[in-house]
């Protein structure tokens, strides 16, 4: 009789740590699923063609900070990342999730950017293509944004293009109760 206690009491302690693992889950859709309010941040370098020397010259160029809201909602079998800036510019990106780590699909976005190029100073809004990838642990979001792509710019330099070579650029948002 006494046995049998000991298997039933060994039995329930068991079911009750699997629960207990299950629920205290940190991962998945579920984990991500909510809203957080972010900023991003950071620099591009860009290399252009020196009209004389047809040489291949770099200059940098960073991101007029970004804040706002985010928002992260399943989506079939993925998910669905809205980016809202407080500026008022929208954009939506298919994720896809896995276990505590996310990756945003590349979407086209227009970005405003503080351009540096021989000593002269420009603030201009170009479209680039972005994608990320990142990880969430407890309440923080961080993504490595990957901007891509080329875009001409008539007001630095008369009309050059520019093509990103690096970027280090990061999204950092805090899940919001």
């Known amino acids: 009789m006494m046995k049998n206690y000991r298997n039933l009491f060994h039995c329930a302690a068991l ?7 299950v629920s205290c889950a940190k991962e998945g859709m579920d984990f991500f699923r909510g809203t957080y309010g972010y900023s991003t941040g ?18 940098h160029a960073s991101l007029v900070p970004e804040t706002g809201i985010i928002h992260i ?10 980016m809202r800036s407080l500026v008022g510019q929208t954009q939506v990106f298919d994720a ?6 996310i990756e945003l699909k590349p979407q086209k976005r227009t970005v405003s950017l503080n351009l540096q190029v021989d000593g002269l100073e ?17 309440g923080l979001l961080v993504i490595e944004m990957k901007y891509e792509g080329s875009f001409t710019s008539d007001l630095v330099l008369g009309g050059r ?10 999204t950092v948002a805090n899940l919001q109760d």
């Open 15 to 21: 079911l009750l740590s699997l629960a207990f693992a």
């Open 161 to 170: 293009t520019f093509t990103v070579k690096e970027c280090l650029v990061n």
């Open 96 to 101: 896809e999730i896995k276990g505590t780590e």
């Open 73 to 82: 909602e399943p989506k079939d079998s993925t998910a669905v990342l809205t």
């Open 42 to 59: 950071g620099s591009l370098t860009l290399e252009y063609q020196d009209e004389e020397t047809e040489e291949a010259l770099e200059c």
């Open 122 to 138: 420009d603030v201009q809004s170009v479209v680039l293509e972005v994608s990320g990838r990142g990880y969430k642990t407890n």
